[in-house]
């Protein structure tokens, strides 16, 4: 997040369905703090989508944008997300 000192990130696996999460890392008084935004694979079938890939988007609202390398509610074919703050 540009100025805050936060970073933003996607991880393949893991998270709490093991199917990837989105990050922030936080930076106050030097200190680094971990929150995960979302864990992917989190709905029936991964309709949701799994495996979160390349660098997310970040717009001027704070609202996260990216795209996922497999489930999605049409098969196994990935999804585009959003998550809002």
């Keep these: 997040m540009k100025g805050s000192g936060s970073l933003l990130g996607l ?9 990837g999460v989105a990050f922030k890392l936080a930076n106050k ?3 680094w703090t971990e929150s995960v935004l979302y864990s ?3 709905k029936t079938d991964c309709a949701d989508g799994i495996q979160p890939t390349g660098e997310p988007i970040l717009d001027s609202s ?12 049409n ?11």
């Design 62 to 73: 704070g609202d996260l944008f990216g795209a996922t390398t497999g489930g999605g509610v």
């Design 40 to 42: 992917f694979c989190s």
């Design 11 to 19: 991880t393949e696996g893991g998270g709490s369905n093991f199917g």
């Design 29 to 31: 008084n030097g200190a």
């Design 75 to 85: 098969g196994d074919h990935g999804t585009v997300f959003e998550l809002t703050p």
